[in-house]
């Protein structure tokens, strides 16, 4: 009788409980790079261990009062097989440590006990479990042949000892445990497409929101980014499940309008500042807002490249870009914040389509060091690091200095750089470097190398090329499905990871499939629009991608007629 058989007649509490245990452990060793004996090793143990600790758990829950004479005490005890090619190199006390260790966390978490060597558990036969569904049933699936040994001693409860060899080999049942839960029980930790589902108008519902974490639910800074859209929308509905894991929301009419936000401490301004972007063009009344919070730091896109390397694409799509602008009125570093921006924007009834396969050259470069609650001299040494080593390369090198203090310095020192090339062809990069948060374990930054750094990243983000920066890859395919229904044509450098995402959720959500061709460039300027390089011509730089789609003509029907 294998567990799978096995777990068929135990009552749907328990499997529940099995389920949440063995997704959990699964999600955590995957973090670890185990080789085959390893992973067959976990499975066998956790395998048993989560069905005696279901068992335990549905026993306290229905918080019947024990059988008499039933104590149930199940001690794990590992040993290795002497003539085992796993004693090499120790991994087996390796392995070893591992399981206990992290058996040890689940026994503390899910039983409540605090004993570190020892299963305490209470099972009868109140599980539906009839005579002939002992343990010696649950072992079967073991077999013959193996590298590790787990002796189970049950005292009194069932009065019976087994001792097997557990690493079941290639096609056993146990394998099949395993396979079956991680099929069935397989979670897509989602990222919530908010920008789609606005803009769409779908209602959308997500379950199982980091459901097999340590800390399962929604985080405070996406609780911050639904407010954010309430206040944008009107009459949106988002319900949030007691436990956090799921979440319904039916999207409202952008309404937009003035309107002051704070973001907290947790993620910088520039993550809302990305979905203000998204839909900025499509709300009913023009957009004037106003967000308090940290402007640089986190590890998201600072509010100085949302505006020297996002505000340019933004252009591009709208008719008419007067007014679109974002002013930090106020700096603020982690970790105690205290920056505020100014987010203004015009609606449009409808967006231009582009077609821009042409990067250009870099003909001039600029750049503002900020320094907030530290000598002048940080921007100071930051700004003649960074022209070190642009001008290298490009006479056209101006910087900018802006040091705060005073309430507009917000309430933690801090100081960096940002750099942003235009082409001749109006595109513009952008590459930036903050000093390290006060009091982090990373110690203090040193200006010049933070300086250093950031001509670094602008050389980077040059070198990989594009039309737009590699920031602003998913904001200009979002604009491209959005425009009128004609064709658009963008070459953008290698795709990231979270633009290839959210090309996904533009599918799902709008309908639009892209064309995607890969092309690669010669240090010549010249384009070779065909699938197939020579990578043995080591001229040619990383391959652009070329994106093509047919927009869906979407019309701003929120935009107050005149």
Not at 515 to 529: H, N, R, V, Y
Request: glycine share 8%; with cysteine.
């Amino acid at each position: 009788m294998s567990p799978v058989d096995l777990m068929v007649r135990l009552p749907r509490r328990a499997i529940e409980l099995i389920q949440a245990l063995y997704l959990e452990y699964t999600m955590v060793t995957s973090l670890y790079m185990m080789e085959p004996w390893e992973r067959y090793a976990y499975n066998a143990i956790f395998s048993v261990a989560f069905i005696f600790a279901s068992f335990s758990v549905f026993r306290f829950a229905k918080a019947d009062p024990l059988p008499t004479g039933v104590p149930g005490k199940i001690e794990l005890i590992l040993k290795p097989v002497a003539d085992a090619p796993i004693m090499k190199d120790r991994k087996w006390e390796v392995a070893t440590t591992r399981t206990v260790g992290w058996l040890n966390l689940f026994i503390r978490k899910y039983l409540k006990l605090g004993d570190a060597e020892s299963l305490f558990l209470y099972v009868s036969q109140c599980f539906c479990l009839s005579n002939d569904y002992t343990l010696e049933n649950v072992y079967d699936c073991f077999g013959s042949s193996g590298k590790l040994v787990l002796h189970y001693s049950v005292v009194e409860a069932w009065g019976i000892t087994i001792v097997r060899n557990a690493m079941p080999s290639k096609g056993r049942k146990c394998y099949a445990f395993a396979k079956t839960f991680n099929q069935s029980l397989s979670i897509l930790l989602q990222r919530w497409p908010a920008t789609e589902d606005l803009l769409s108008r779908r209602p959308i519902r997500i379950t199982e929101i980091r459901s097999g974490s340590f800390e399962p639910g929604v985080t405070n800074y996406e609780v911050n980014v639904l407010k954010l859209m309430c206040a944008l929308t009107n009459g949106s509905v988002v319900n949030l499940g007691a436990t956090g894991t799921e979440l319904f929301f039916n999207p409202g009419f952008l309404s937009g309008g003035s309107l002051e936000f704070d973001c907290g401490k947790e993620r910088s301004i520039g993550y809302y500042l990305e979905i203000l972007c998204y839909v900025a063009p499509f709300c009913k009344a023009p957009l004037n807002v106003t967000l308090r919070g940290v402007t640089n730091g986190c590890g998201d896109p600072s509010v100085d490249l949302i505006k020297f390397a996002w505000i340019p694409v933004m252009r591009r799509f709208y008719a008419d870009a007067e007014g679109l602008d974002v002013k930090v009125s106020k700096r603020g570093f982690l970790p105690n914040g205290g920056g505020e921006v100014i987010f203004t924007s015009p609606v449009c009834r409808y967006l231009r389509p582009i077609q821009v396969e042409d990067m250009g050259k870099v003909r001039k470069v600029r750049g503002i060091a900020y320094s907030c609650r530290v000598s002048p001299t940080m921007a100071n040494r930051c700004m003649e690091s960074c022209k070190a080593s642009v001008k290298r390369y490009l006479s056209d090198v101006y910087f900018y200095s802006d040091h705060r203090k005073g309430d507009c310095a917000g309430q933690s020192p801090g100081f960096g750089v940002l750099l942003s090339a235009e082409t001749t062809e109006g595109v513009f990069l952008a590459g930036e470097m903050t000093s390290n948060p006060a009091g982090s374990e990373m110690g203090p930054a040193v200006p010049e190398q933070v300086g250093k750094q950031a001509a670094l990243n602008l050389f980077s983000e040059i070198y990989r090329g594009g039309c737009c920066d590699a920031t602003a890859q998913s904001l200009a395919v979002l604009f491209m499905t959005l425009c009128q229904k004609d064709v658009s044509k963008l070459v953008i450098g290698p795709l990231t990871e979270y633009c290839a995402n959210f090309l996904r959720h533009i599918r799902d959500f709008l309908g639009v499939v892209f064309k995607i061709e890969e092309l690669s460039q010669s240090l010549d300027g010249t384009a070779d629009f065909s699938v197939e390089s020579n990578a043995t011509n080591h001229r040619h730089l990383p391959k652009k991608i070329k994106l093509t789609c047919v927009g869906v003509g979407f019309t701003n029907m929120n935009k107050a007629l005149l």
